[in-house]
T-cell receptor, first 115, second 116 residues
Framework: EPEVTQTPSHQVTQMGQEVILRCVPISNHLYFYWYRQILGQKVEFLVSFYNNEISEKSEIFDDQFSVERPDGSNFTLKIRSTKLEDSAMYFC?????????????FGPGTRLTVL | AQRVTQPEKLLSVFKGAPVELKCNYSYSGSPELFWYVQYSRQRLQLLLRHISRESIKGFTADLNKGETSFHLKKPFAQEEDSAMYYCALKHLPPGLSGTSYGKLTFGQGTILTVHP
């Protein structure tokens, strides 16, 4: 069964450094998402992406964040200058179509630790 | 504002006992609601969705619009049900009835522990 994959599983970085989190959505899916979960808190929506552009973004997704689909398979989340409060689990998700109650498939997550 | 509330952070039951995980929501439109489950060291996966009215692994959930609830129930809990459970609401952008960009709003999650 196809799955969403994410790399790396754990990323440790110094405050102020740039990080790129990578995701490979399910191959025929069209809509892509990033969510994050700070330890002990709820899963929060960051951004949705369709047709090579951002569909929607949350307040968290400020100009330090960007997303890209550089080729036909990868979907990346870049944080330009990491802050301590960016430490969280980051989940990528994809869905075939946006309509109705279609299931979002989630990746296993990347744990980002900012020191 | 859209909100999903799971009032219980932790829930413990014994094997064979009934279990109910509570979920309440606040949403101005017509909601689409889901339950996701995360077993230890595994990814979030869909358990069930209200629109299909299905029963998965013995779990059911009924959307009660009057009470704005979508509680998850199972009559006889099993040890393998121990996991984190998230209630989630899918958003519909205004003016786009029947389609959505699919953003999910999650509740805080409930850790269910089923003791032998």
């Amino acid at each position: 069964e196809p799955e969403v994959t994410q790399t790396p599983s754990h990323q440790v970085t110094q405050m102020g450094q740039e990080v790129i989190l990578r995701c490979v959505p399910i191959s025929n899916h069209l809509y892509f998402y990033w969510y994050r979960q700070i330890l002990g808190q709820k899963v929060e929506f960051l951004v949705s992406f369709y047709n090579n552009e951002i569909s929607e973004k949350s307040e968290i997704f400020d100009d330090q964040f960007s997303v890209e689909r550089p080729d036909g398979s990868n979907f990346t989340l870049k944080i330009r200058s990491t802050k301590l409060e960016d430490s969280a689990m980051y989940f990528c998700a994809s869905i075939l179509t946006s309509g109705g109650a279609n299931e979002q498939f989630f990746g296993p997550g990347t744990r980002l630790t900012v020191l | 504002a859209q909100r999903v509330t799971q009032p219980e952070k932790l829930l413990s039951v014994f094997k064979g006992a009934p279990v109910e995980l509570k979920c309440n929501y606040s949403y101005s439109g017509s909601p689409e609601l889901f339950w996701y489950v995360q077993y230890s060291r595994q990814r979030l996966q869909l358990l069930l969705r209200h629109i299909s009215r299905e029963s998965i692994k013995g779990f059911t959930a009924d959307l009660n619009k009057g009470e704005t609830s979508f509680h998850l129930k199972k009559p006889f809990a099993q040890e393998e049900d121990s996991a984190m459970y998230y209630c989630a609401l899918k958003h519909l952008p205004p003016g786009l009835s029947g389609t959505s960009y699919g953003k999910l709003t999650f509740g805080q999650g409930t850790i269910l522990t089923v003791h032998p």
